[in-house]
């Protein structure tokens, strides 16, 4: 069982929107600090937007700061990703990830979840 699978990814042109989805499976994700992060060809992975066990906190990249939302369905046990305004250094391989306990914030924000996704393809192209 793959304990959490994206969604959502594609093709898109520059200026519309996707909104990428993340099911968790095996674990209860609403004692989870969530977070997405991306990998582009021949760069380092980042993180793009994380936010806290209860939701009262979140983070974004400069990079996506005003575009993008992250938000969580704690009964669907569903995080996801609305991508607005894209641009093509958005293309990347988006990944969701989930960390648990006090420490949370701290490991996921430092790219060390307990969980990852397996990715999902975002091409911004003309």
């Known amino acids: 069982q793959v304990p959490l699978v994206e969604s959502g990814g594609g093709l898109v042109q520059p200026g519309e929107s996707l909104k990428l989805s993340c099911l968790a499976s095996g674990f209860t994700l609403d004692r989870y600090t969530i977070g997405w992060f991306r990998q582009a060809p021949g760069k380092e992975r980042e993180g793009v937007s994380f936010?806290?066990?209860?939701?009262?906190?979140?983070k974004y990249a400069d990079s996506v700061k005003g575009r993008f939302t992250i938000s969580r369905d704690n009964a669907k046990n569903m995080m996801y990703l609305q991508m607005n305004s894209l641009k093509p250094d958005d293309t990347a391989v988006y990944f969701c990830?989930?960390?648990?306990?006090?420490?949370?914030?701290?490991?996921?924000?430092?790219?060390?979840?307990?969980?990852w996704g397996q990715g999902t393809q975002v091409t911004v192209s003309s």
């Open positions: 990830a989930a960390a648990t306990g006090g420490s949370g914030w701290y490991y996921l924000t430092h790219g060390e979840p307990d969980f």
């Open positions: 936010m806290s066990e209860s939701g009262g906190s979140t």
